[in-house]
């Protein structure tokens, strides 16, 4: 909750849907359809019923109520990075941290997987106080991180084996952590590089060996901390590409901190942060058609928006919202 505005998961509706759709009739017409266990109406119901009051209490995924954060400095006063921030994701949720150097994103980003401990403020993942140092590995399992440089997150000589690190520090059996690896590795689509050494790979498949190892750990999130700041176009897009494909199709929740605007608007949603707090937060559509707002920040928007309120500008009628590339060729084409 922030403020007096309650925020439900998304999926807090799923047992309406079931029980005013009929889809609880579904075991009585092929088993099965539902996890082991629900074999009977009475069962399906006191699970649905349970679910639904569950979720009635859970908030966001991600909860960040009052947040603030300073770095001591060599002459003992401290600096403030993250100053009063609130902030909650849904699970599920594709969202975008945009900011110039020096705002608090790479901070914000930190205190997801609890590397960093608030100086004052909540900072609650999946429901759980990132202070609580009884729960920390329960945090750092659901939550990985990924930042700039791969070279820096990879330790091992082999890919398959740098993949299966997490795992077996966790002290998963040897059958699933090998049945892990071959679904990360999958799921990035690295599988044919899994005998590799990693410096021989290129920095966008690094980083994709860096996400697969996130994922072999059963990650519920994605942490990107300006994943492609060091790589060219081609890698840029492999990661990002990938990082769409995780969360469209597993369902990951992605915060992905980045300077790049057209990676931006692949999001569902853009926050934006400057001098330690957050200044807009909405949709691409609503962020970036304020070109102006954005350049006073010192920020860019995708080369389509720019465009368009260029030709807007010389009086050409265009929408306001465009934002990517196809948006713009259609618009002009009509």
């Known amino acids: 909750m922030m403020g007096d505005k309650a925020r439900l998961t998304k999926s807090a509706f799923c047992p309406i849907f079931f029980t005013v759709t009929g889809f609880w009739r579904l075991p009585f017409r092929k088993k099965n359809t539902f996890a082991e266990g629900w074999t009977s109406y009475a069962a399906i119901v006191e699970n649905l019923r349970a679910g639904f009051a569950r979720r009635l209490m859970v908030l966001a995924f991600i909860e960040i ?53 608030p100086t004052s403020g909540v900072c609650r993942v999946a429901g759980i106080d990132t202070r609580d140092a009884a729960r920390l590995w329960d945090i750092r399992q659901t939550v990985g991180m990924v930042f700039q440089n791969p070279d820096n997150q990879i330790i091992a000589a082999i890919v398959e084996d740098d993949v299966a690190f997490g795992p077996e520090n966790l002290g998963v059996p040897p059958e699933e952590i090998r049945r892990r690896v071959d679904d990360a590795l999958a799921a990035v689509n690295m599988t044919e590089f899994r005998a590799f050494a990693p410096h021989l790979l290129s920095g966008g498949q690094k980083q994709r060996v860096a996400i697969a190892g996130t994922i072999a ?66 949709t691409p559509k609503e962020i970036f058609s304020g070109v102006e707002a954005m350049r006073k920040r010192g920020l860019d928007v995708p080369t389509a928006a720019e465009v368009a309120w260029r030709l807007r500008r010389q009086g050409i009628r265009l929408p306001e919202d465009i934002v990517t590339d196809e948006e713009l060729v259609t618009a002009l084409c009509r």
């Not at 400095?73 to 990075?81: D, I, L, P, W, Y």
């Not at 059963?218 to 942490?223: A, K, N, Q, W």
């Not at 840029?236 to 300077?259: C, F, M, N, P, Q």
């Open 217 to 282: 750990m059963r990650t519920r999130c994605l942490v990107l901390d300006e994943p492609t700041a060091m790589l060219d176009p081609v890698g840029r897009r492999e990661v990002l590409d990938t990082v769409r494909r995780l969360h469209r199709e597993a369902g990951i929740t992605v915060v992905y901190i980045t300077h790049f605007m057209d990676e931006a608007a692949a999001a569902d949603r853009v926050v934006v942060m400057e001098s330690g707090g957050i200044v807009e937060d909405g």
């Open 65 to 117: 109520e009052d947040l603030c954060f300073a770095y001591p400095s060599v002459h003992g006063e401290k600096r403030m990075a993250l100053d009063h921030v609130n902030l909650s994701v849904d699970e599920g949720e594709f969202v975008a941290v945009l900011g110039t150097n020096g705002s608090g994103k790479s901070t914000l980003a930190k205190h997801l997987n609890a590397i960093l401990l």
